[in-house]
């Protein structure tokens, strides 16, 4: 039976087959620049906030989506125009961080206006962002001692897909409950991954 790396490898493999790369592919000869890529997607994401902050569930979560959609051909369009570049993946990994935050904060918005206030759900967006943040920090350390990191089962396009999916169906307090569990689990899923590993090389 494959392990849960393997399954989400095989399904990221499947989508830059058959997505990813005919899509950067296609940007990349209309004049298309992976910055450019990048920060359209954080603009998309920071108006999904706002139509998060507003309530309007479904737009934001096609927004959100949709800037997700360019955050994922920033990198093919890279190597599509051999203009892979350290300062890209820079601006990449900030984006995505600022991105994920911000519709966190739309939603932290709207569960704290008086209208529509709700005290869990505006603890929820914290912690789901806290957790998030620490997904990617975990990563991030894991990486700079020499080691992948990789491990967990939230990573961000699964982030990505539980907000989508349940921005659109109108029902943000699932998603907020789902990466406020998960995302904590997931960081230390990951954390005792590579501590176990490090323990090896002491």
């Given at each position: 039976m494959p392990d849960l790396?393997?399954?989400?490898?095989?399904?990221?493999?499947?989508?830059?087959?058959?997505?990813e790369i005919p899509a950067s592919t296609f940007l990349a000869r209309i004049g298309f620049?992976?910055?450019?890529?990048?920060?359209?997607?954080?603009?998309l994401a920071?108006?999904?906030?706002?139509?998060?902050?507003?309530?309007?569930?479904?737009?934001?979560g096609i927004l959100v989506g949709a800037g997700a959609t360019f955050d994922l051909l920033?990198?093919?369009?890279?190597?599509?125009?051999?203009?892979v570049s350290k300062r890209g993946a820079l601006l990449d990994s900030v984006a995505d961080r600022v991105a994920e935050g911000v519709v966190l904060f739309g939603l932290l918005i709207y569960f704290t206006r008086p209208a529509?206030?709700?005290q869990t759900m505006a603890i929820l967006a914290f912690i789901a962002f806290a957790g998030s943040i620490m997904v990617s920090y975990v990563?991030?350390?894991a990486e700079g001692l020499?080691?992948?990191?990789?491990?967990?089962?939230?990573?961000?396009?699964?982030?990505?897909?539980?907000?989508v999916v349940l921005l659109v169906l109108g029902q943000p307090d699932w998603a907020l409950w789902v990466l406020a569990i998960g995302t904590p689990l997931s960081a230390l899923w990951r954390f005792w991954a590579e501590w176990r590993g490090a323990a090896n090389d002491s």
């Amino acid at each position: 039976m494959p392990d849960l790396q393997s399954v989400r490898y095989g399904f990221r493999n499947a989508v830059s087959r058959y997505f990813e790369i005919p899509a950067s592919t296609f940007l990349a000869r209309i004049g298309f620049t992976p910055n450019r890529a990048t920060l359209l997607g954080l603009a998309l994401a920071g108006v999904g906030a706002y139509f998060a902050a507003t309530g309007t569930f479904w737009l934001a979560g096609i927004l959100v989506g949709a800037g997700a959609t360019f955050d994922l051909l920033d990198g093919g369009i890279a190597r599509r125009t051999g203009t892979v570049s350290k300062r890209g993946a820079l601006l990449d990994s900030v984006a995505d961080r600022v991105a994920e935050g911000v519709v966190l904060f739309g939603l932290l918005i709207y569960f704290t206006r008086p209208a529509t206030m709700d005290q869990t759900m505006a603890i929820l967006a914290f912690i789901a962002f806290a957790g998030s943040i620490m997904v990617s920090y975990v990563r991030a350390r894991a990486e700079g001692l020499g080691y992948k990191g990789t491990a967990g089962f939230l990573t961000r396009p699964e982030r990505v897909v539980i907000m989508v999916v349940l921005l659109v169906l109108g029902q943000p307090d699932w998603a907020l409950w789902v990466l406020a569990i998960g995302t904590p689990l997931s960081a230390l899923w990951r954390f005792w991954a590579e501590w176990r590993g490090a323990a090896n090389d002491s």
